[in-house]
């Protein structure tokens, strides 16, 4: 059963970095517009496309009907661009909440999340890199492409003009292929916050929470009812939502779309967990 399919953009300077470390890995007998599909690990294939990877419309079309069926992860290595050119690494899901679509995929929707294996990435991000003073953090949903596979970005924000350090394209090459879904915890929507959404990086960070749509606030100004309820339904095992703040659970689109959730209904995480990459990430967005 493969459980990851990784889309490597050959114009995207961390997809490329990332598998220039991996090397050339055995090719299958499977090829998708011309190009194999590669072997990682048992459960994890390679497939390098030739575009960017927030244009890749339905890129999960193209993959065997077979493979398809499995219900694979798409997981997106990327080059993170922000106004502040900060140094980071960030995990999100795919999708625009909003009547816009600026980045790729279509207005007001919405790709399945992988709250679990999102959480994984995150958790391993955080502990390679904390070390090397990156913070690591979620983002909110924001961009394309649009696949009907449950889907996820994994970045770098180089904060260097000059590209990704070698150091972060290393942490990326290495957490990749430990990515799993094995945790216990619980999932939920995550609502409000800044683009960087630091509560609830927080939360996943130091308790037994994986979230997988994440809104941000600023989202919220033009959230419908019927995007809303695609957002819960589309988080993988959703218990319920987190809010960020009280008053974000009285939008009229959010009332009664699941449960409200406490911030204390998870359990903490065993052991310490470095809060470096919440701090930094509460600084980045300026919250």
Partial sequence: MTRLVVMMSSVDPVADAVANLWGTLPATDVHVDGAPLRQLTES?????????????????????????????????????????????????????????AELGGQPRTLVPADPRRMVSALRLLNERSEPLGIPAT??????????????????????????????????LAEV????????????????????YV???????????????HLLSR????????DTALRA?????????????RAQDANLPALEGIGPRLRDQDAPPL????????????RSASGT
């Fill in 44 to 100: 994890i294939l390679v497939l390098r496309r030739p575009g960017t990877h927030i244009h890749d419309e339905r890129v999960d079309l193209r993959l065997p009907v077979a493979l398809r069926d499995e219900r694979p992860t798409l997981v997106f290595p990327s080059i993170h661009r922000s106004r502040e050119n900060i140094r980071s690494l960030t995990v999100h899901p795919l999708g625009n909440p909003g009547p816009r």
């Fill in 138 to 171: 979620y983002e909110a949903t924001h961009h394309g492409p649009e696949v009907g596979l449950p889907a996820f970005f994994v970045e770098i924000g180089s904060g260097e003009r000059t590209g990704p350090s070698p150091e972060a394209v290393r942490v």
């Fill in 176 to 195: 990749i292929p430990r990515v799993d879904e094995s945790s216990t915890d619980r999932v939920a929507l995550g609502v409000g916050g800044g683009h």
């Fill in 198 to 212: 630091p509560h609830f990086t927080d939360l996943a960070l130091h308790r037994r929470w994986a979230f997988g």
């Fill in 218 to 225: 600023h989202s919220l100004e033009d959230l419908d009812r």
């Fill in 232 to 244: 819960y339904a589309l988080t993988q095992g959703a218990e319920g939502v987190v809010y960020s």
């Fill in 270 to 281: 065993s052991g310490s967990v470095p809060t470096t990459a919440t701090d930094a990430a």
